[in-house]
C-alpha cells in the first residue's frame, strides 16, 4: 500500500487526518506533520524524513501539502532530490479521501494523477455548481 504524509502549517495535516479518519475509519500508512513556529528548518526536515520511512513499505509515498512556495512544500522540494515519492500541493480533504481510498488500487505516478484531478473538480462555486445541478434536473 502506498504512504500517505501530509505538511502543513500549524495543525491543518493533522485535522485533515482526522476527518478522513471520521469518514474511513483508522488509517494505516498515514501520517501528518504540522510546522511549528519553535521548528527549524532541520528538524522539520528530519521529520520528514521518519514520516516517509513510517509509511513507506516499498510502494512510495505521496506527500500532500497546504500550499506551494511555503516552508513544508519548499522542505519536501529540497528532499525530492534524495527520495523517491510524488508531492502536491494545495491538499484537500477530497484529495485526501480519494488518495486513501485509492491508494492501493494503482502505482504511485497514477494515483497523484488521479488524487490531483480529484482535487481540482473538488473545488467549485456552490451557488453556481447547484443552479448547474437544477438546470440539468429540467431538461
Known amino acids: 500500500m502506498i504512504g500517505v504524509v501530509l505538511l502543513s502549517h500549524g495543525p491543518a495535516a493533522q485535522a485533515l487526518l482526522d ?23 532541520e528538524s522539520f526536515r528530519q521529520s520528514l524524513r521518519e514520516a ?19 516552508t513544508p512544500a519548499n522542505t519536501v522540494a529540497a528532499a525530492l532530490r534524495e527520495e523517491p515519492f510524488h508531492c502536491l500541493c494545495g491538499m484537500n480533504l477530497a484529495m485526501l479521501l480519494e488518495a ?17 484531478r480529484k482535487g481540482r473538480a473538488s473545488v467549485c462555486d456552490l451557488g453556481l455548481a447547484l443552479a448547474r445541478h437544477r438546470g440539468h434536473e429540467t431538461n
Open 19 to 41: 476527518s478522513a479518519e471520521l469518514i474511513l475509519g483508522e488509517q494505516g500508512q498515514a501520517c501528518a506533520l504540522g510546522l511549528r513556529s519553535e521548528d527549524g528548518p
Open 52 to 70: 516517509i520511512t513510517h509509511v513507506d513499505t516499498g510502494e512510495g509515498v505521496l506527500i500532500m501539502v497546504d500550499m506551494f512556495g511555503g
Open 100 to 116: 486513501l481510498l485509492s491508494r492501493d488500487m494503482m502505482p504511485l505516478p497514477e494515483l497523484a494523477k488521479y488524487v490531483l
